[in-house]
């Protein structure tokens, strides 16, 4: 081949190189773009979605099993650093996310782990690190049951009182465990209380992981009754929804007879109770 032709074939190949990584490039932007929505800090929950037009059963609404686990994946790239948190998922239909905070607690969260394995249903569970440590069995039950496992710190401390240093151990601790145990990092952080600051997005986006919160705060942890705790779930039900139950920190018990109420209820309603994802690059 001459050398002229060499010439033009290589700029071909190079021209064509550039257009699949701007193809590339694109589709990770759309990854990016099509994350959970955000709602104002404090915005209004919002109103219950339409009722179903007729009761179907729950095994029409359940989820597929994840598949089995594959080898430990690399702690995952810095994340964007945000300025709030997520307050509600994206997704479609009729979808919801349920978490529990807090645990694990051996005396509540094993029941609420067979309320959801009886409905095939996933959650996410943001665990504190001296929680987690004590009872790894728990966190592999989460495991082997499909859930997203988020990291809550370790002994659940109000952020904005800490120095920088506190907040990345109290993080760092907890993401150490959880990957130990559940087989891969956390990809998402929640602050105790719901209280943000920027050193919080700041380390948490260093450690891998995006910031959720909720939309519907069930206040559980006021005990309130059971039934309380179902109505509030049921009238914040909506499309995208993040509800916040906890498995510890007290007891716990009403949490876990809401569960139980309102869970089928939600299925037969129409609702997918699902999970977030996360794309690592």
């Given at each position: 081949m001459k050398k002229d032709q060499l010439i033009v074939r290589r700029r071909t190949l190079i021209a064509g190189a550039a257009v699949l990584g701007a193809a590339g490039a694109a589709g990770t932007a759309h990854?990016?773009?099509?994350?959970?929505?955000?709602?104002?800090?404090?915005?209004?929950?919002?109103?219950?979605?339409?009722?179903a037009r007729r009761a179907l059963k729950p095994s029409a609404y359940r989820l597929q099993p994840m598949t089995g686990y594959g080898p430990q994946r690399a702690r995952p790239a810095?994340?964007?650093v945000r300025?709030?948190?997520?307050?509600?998922?994206?997704?479609r239909g009729r979808s919801m996310v349920l978490t529990f905070d807090d645990g694990p607690d051996p005396r509540y969260t094993p029941d609420i782990l067979s309320t959801l394995r009886e409905y095939d249903v996933r959650a996410m569970f943001f665990v504190c690190g001296e929680m987690a440590v004590d009872n790894k069995d728990l966190l592999r039950e989460m495991a082997d049951d499909g859930h997203?496992?988020?990291?809550?710190?370790?002994?659940?401390?109000?952020?904005?009182?800490?120095?920088?240093?506190?907040?990345?151990?109290?993080m760092e601790r907890t993401c150490e465990v959880?990957?130990?145990?559940?087989?891969?990092p956390p990809a998402w952080f929640r602050a105790p209380y719901g209280a943000w600051n920027?050193?919080?997005?700041?380390?948490?986006?260093?450690?891998?992981?995006?910031p959720l919160?909720?939309?519907?705060?069930?206040?559980?942890?006021?005990?309130?009754?059971?039934?309380?705790?179902?109505?509030?779930?049921?009238?914040?039900?909506?499309?995208?929804?993040?509800?916040?139950?906890?498995?510890?920190?007290?007891?716990?018990?009403?949490?876990?007879?809401?569960?139980?109420?309102?869970?089928?209820r939600l299925l037969d309603s129409g609702y997918h109770l699902t999970v977030p994802r996360r794309r690592y690059a």
């Open positions: 990854l990016l773009t099509s994350a959970p929505a955000t709602l104002p800090a404090g915005g209004a929950p919002p109103a219950p979605g339409p009722q810095r994340a964007l300025h709030e948190p997520f307050l509600r998922m994206s997704g997203v496992v988020g990291n809550h710190t370790w002994s659940h401390p109000l952020l904005t009182k800490l120095s920088r240093s506190a907040i990345h151990a109290e959880i990957d130990d145990t559940f087989g891969e920027r050193a919080a997005f700041q380390l948490g986006a260093e450690l891998g992981m995006e919160a909720w939309t519907v705060d069930t206040l559980d942890w006021t005990s309130p009754g059971a039934r309380t705790i179902v109505g509030r779930v049921e009238k914040g039900a909506a499309p995208g929804v993040v509800v916040l139950s906890h498995d510890a920190g007290g007891d716990r018990s009403q949490s876990v007879r809401a569960l139980r109420d309102y869970l089928p």
